[in-house]
């Protein structure tokens, strides 16, 4: 049974830093990627960064670029999301998933078919 955890959520002010981490069990590594999704209301979720599990090849939307960093542990089997320079745009539900389907690198919510619970970002001005 696949589990993935998220935790580190929180209130900060703007220009803070988070780290989301995102603890997971069950899986296989191999050909998986794992990827960080947000989500505020009325909108529909989408990709934060997304990381090849074992390679480290990743993507990160334009708007998170040079102030997130997607990163993979291994031995502990941890997906983190190390967010500085927060704003108050960067305020959603973070939500952690993996895809194991195709080994290929996905965007969308539909290439993923694990999740996690989310764990809130508030970021205030």
């Known amino acids: 049974q696949v589990q993935l955890v998220e935790s580190g959520g929180g209130f900060v002010e703007a220009g803070g830093s988070l780290r989301l981490s995102c603890a997971i069990s069950g899986l296989t590594f191999s050909n998986c990627y794992m990827g960080w999704f947000r989500q505020t209301p009325g909108k529909e979720r989408e990709i934060v960064a997304t990381i090849r599990w074992i390679g480290g090849s990743s993507y990160y939307r334009e708007a998170v670029k040079g102030r997130f960093t997607i990163s993979s542990d291994n031995a502990n089997s941890t997906l983190y999301l190390q967010m500085n320079a927060l704003k108050p745009q960067d305020t959603a539900v973070y939500y952690c998933?993996?895809?194991?389907?195709?080994?290929?690198?996905?965007?969308?919510?539909?290439?993923?078919?694990?999740w996690g619970q989310g764990t809130q970002v508030t970021v205030s001005s």
């Open positions: 998933a993996a895809s194991t389907r195709t080994g290929l690198m996905a965007l969308r919510t539909s290439g993923y078919d694990y």
